[in-house]
């Protein structure tokens, strides 16, 4: 049943090309709710026995000369992924209501993410997992070039650039692996036991080309530019799961293919990891624009899931895929509040500026919804990102406690920066004696003359808000929920034996 989140989505998208414009927000909810309502009978239906191996649910030849299959197959990880996609897919369109610029064509490019994002995750094909991860690239243009706002065209041309960069890694990488083992099956490359000459070389082309997508250091650049220029939806899909992409694949395909070649380079995983999250942390306590500090936030909270794939134990990896669920809630909430609830009632997102506005009195639901994003993304107990976290660096502790103790710094930095950007952003003392009313800001664009404008929080955003939020808080409380499904299925890999 899982694979009809492929179908629904894509139907969508294609359905939004012939209906009329008025109808475009609707369609987009319909299927995207649909698709997280498919995960969901998935997620509770498919027992977790099941879910311990990497189950086959569809199988048709495709191009069979070539050994091509259509081929999907499902797992505790790539179920938990499906999950946090419909999450953040239907919060990305109900951040979306209102737009008006080529509604049809917005949604359009937003499903095709979506529908791609869902085929990556459970793909059990080489070639079509590779098919789907392409995919998501010209969509993903799109929406920041024609959407986007901060330098939008160089941060579309950046996202697309360092995309085909490890695309043509990866492509590399699938290629060694067919022209070696003649099979592009997932289930049966991971029986082949490849040469360790070939591993040395072939995992770190896949592991990095997949790992550009995933925000490593140094190859993260693109990550903070991207989030800046997209508009608020394509924020969401960045941070909530395109990064999650590379993590997912890297684990899934050059780790438990290439089980000695990681054994061999799993050190410098951890190495970049921790310089990742430290550094990532320390330039976004530098930055003065919103989304800039959440998008440095992103790479250094993605350092913790490569750091936790370094580990090589059960525990670790499966925080790391916790972290991946965790974080692509945290973030999508993170960017919703910046780019939709902020920026566009007041046309910035200067901290500095911010902060003679007095938004916690103005907007107290966002105040609300940031507070919580916050906590979260710091890790406060109670949410999912401490879950994750802990998870991690109790498995990192076994493997690589100087990392843990390093690490630590730069949890340290993402407090710092995390209350620094809530304090500026909605508790700075107002710089106008002028009393703001509920629903009503400041706004001091040129710094010449002042206006009120109404700002109410819709309907829209605040069901978006509270569905991430509710995620994120249930998973905190209750992180049992997905490590029993995901634990048995990372304890199947083959790295691990």
């Given at each position: 049943m899982?694979?009809w989140?492929?179908?629904?989505?894509?139907?969508?998208a294609?359905?939004?090309l012939?209906?009329p414009?008025?109808?475009?927000?609707?369609i987009?909810l319909a299927?995207?709710?649909?698709?997280?309502?498919?995960s969901?009978?998935?997620?509770?239906?498919?027992s977790?026995?099941?879910?311990?191996?990497?189950?086959?649910?569809?199988?048709?030849?495709?191009?069979p000369?070539l050994?091509?299959n259509y081929?999907?197959?499902?797992?505790g990880?790539?179920?938990?992924m499906?999950f946090?996609?419909g999450?953040?897919a239907?919060?990305?369109?109900?951040?979306?209501?209102?737009?008006?610029?080529?509604?049809?064509?917005f949604?359009?490019?937003?499903?095709?993410?979506?529908?791609?994002s869902?085929?990556?995750?459970?793909?059990?094909?080489l070639?079509l997992?590779f098919?789907?991860?392409?995919?998501v690239?010209v969509?993903?243009y799109?929406?920041?070039?024609i959407?986007?706002?901060?330098?939008?065209?160089?941060g579309?041309?950046?996202l697309?650039?360092y995309?085909?960069?490890g695309g043509?890694?990866?492509?590399?990488?699938i290629?060694?692996?067919y022209?070696?083992?003649?099979?592009?099956?997932?289930?049966?490359?991971?029986?082949?036991?490849?040469?360790?000459?070939?591993?040395?070389?072939?995992?770190?082309?896949?592991?990095?080309g997949?790992?550009?997508?995933a925000?490593i250091?140094?190859?993260?650049?693109w990550?903070?530019?991207?989030h800046?220029?997209?508009?608020?939806?394509?924020?969401?899909?960045l941070a909530?799961?395109?990064m999650?992409?590379?993590s997912y694949?890297g684990?899934?395909?050059?780790?438990?293919?290439?089980?000695?070649g990681?054994?061999a380079w799993r050190?410098?995983?951890?190495?970049?990891?921790?310089?990742?999250?430290?550094?990532?942390?320390?330039?976004?306590?530098?930055q003065?624009?919103l989304?800039?500090?959440?998008?440095?936030?992103?790479?250094?909270?993605m350092g913790f899931?490569?750091?936790?794939?370094?580990?090589a134990?059960v525990?670790?990896?499966?925080?790391?895929?916790?972290?991946?669920?965790?974080?692509?809630?945290?973030?999508a909430l993170?960017?919703?509040?910046?780019?939709?609830?902020?920026?566009?009632?007041?046309?910035t997102?200067?901290?500095n500026?911010?902060?003679?506005?007095?938004?916690?009195r103005a907007?107290?639901?966002?105040a609300?919804?940031?507070?919580?994003?916050?906590a979260?993304?710091?890790?406060i107990?109670?949410?999912?990102?401490f879950?994750?976290?802990?998870?991690?660096?109790?498995?990192?502790?076994?493997?690589?406690?100087?990392?843990?103790?390093i690490?630590?710094?730069?949890?340290?930095l993402?407090?710092?920066?995390t209350?620094?950007?809530?304090?500026?952003?909605?508790?700075?003392?107002?710089?106008?004696?002028?009393?703001?009313q509920?629903?009503?800001?400041?706004?001091?664009a040129?710094?010449?003359?002042?206006?009120n404008?109404t700002v109410r929080i819709?309907?829209?955003?605040k069901?978006?808000?509270?569905?991430?939020?509710f995620?994120?808080l249930?998973v905190?409380?209750?992180?049992?929920?997905?490590?029993?499904?995901?634990?048995?299925?990372?304890g199947?890999m083959?790295?691990?034996?």
């Amino acid at each position: 049943m899982i694979a009809w989140t492929i179908y629904i989505t894509f139907a969508g998208a294609v359905l939004l090309l012939f209906m009329p414009r008025i109808f475009a927000r609707w369609i987009a909810l319909a299927t995207t709710a649909a698709g997280l309502v498919t995960s969901l009978i998935a997620f509770f239906q498919i027992s977790i026995v099941d879910l311990a191996t990497f189950k086959t649910i569809v199988r048709v030849p495709w191009v069979p000369m070539l050994g091509m299959n259509y081929h999907l197959a499902v797992d505790g990880i790539s179920l938990t992924m499906a999950f946090v996609t419909g999450l953040v897919a239907v919060a990305s369109v109900l951040f979306s209501w209102d737009v008006e610029h080529r509604p049809s064509e917005f949604f359009f490019w937003l499903l095709l993410v979506v529908g791609g994002s869902y085929g990556v995750f459970l793909s059990a094909d080489l070639f079509l997992l590779f098919l789907f991860y392409e995919l998501v690239i010209v969509p993903k243009y799109f929406l920041i070039a024609i959407w986007g706002s901060t330098n939008k065209e160089y941060g579309a041309m950046k996202l697309t650039l360092y995309s085909f960069f490890g695309g043509a890694l990866v492509f590399i990488g699938i290629i060694a692996a067919y022209v070696t083992a003649g099979s592009l099956d997932l289930q049966q490359l991971a029986q082949f036991q490849f040469t360790p000459q070939l591993q040395s070389w072939a995992f770190p082309v896949l592991f990095i080309g997949f790992a550009v997508l995933a925000g490593i250091w140094p190859l993260h650049t693109w990550a903070p530019t991207g989030h800046v220029a997209a508009p608020t939806a394509g924020s969401m899909l960045l941070a909530g799961i395109v990064m999650k992409l590379g993590s997912y694949a890297g684990l899934r395909v050059a780790m438990n293919l290439f089980p000695q070649g990681f054994q061999a380079w799993r050190v410098w995983i951890a190495v970049l990891a921790v310089i990742g999250i430290v550094y990532a942390a320390g330039v976004a306590l530098r930055q003065r624009d919103l989304k800039f500090v959440i998008g440095y936030s992103s790479v250094s909270h993605m350092g913790f899931v490569l750091l936790g794939f370094a580990t090589a134990n059960v525990l670790g990896v499966s925080g790391a895929v916790l972290q991946m669920f965790s974080h692509g809630v945290i973030g999508a909430l993170l960017f919703a509040v910046a780019g939709r609830m902020v920026y566009r009632r007041t046309h910035t997102r200067d901290l500095n500026t911010l902060s003679d506005m007095g938004l916690s009195r103005a907007l107290p639901f966002a105040a609300f919804s940031f507070v919580i994003a916050s906590a979260a993304s710091m890790g406060i107990p109670g949410f999912s990102g401490f879950a994750a976290e802990i998870t991690i660096l109790i498995g990192a502790w076994k493997a690589y406690p100087l990392a843990v103790w390093i690490t630590g710094t730069g949890m340290v930095l993402v407090a710092a920066f995390t209350l620094r950007a809530l304090k500026k952003s909605f508790f700075g003392e107002s710089a106008s004696e002028v009393r703001t009313q509920e629903g009503r800001v400041l706004v001091d664009a040129d710094w010449k003359e002042q206006q009120n404008i109404t700002v109410r929080i819709t309907m829209a955003e605040k069901c978006g808000a509270c569905l991430l939020m509710f995620a994120t808080l249930g998973v905190g409380l209750y992180p049992k929920l997905l490590l029993d499904r995901v634990m048995p299925a990372v304890g199947a890999m083959r790295f691990l034996k």
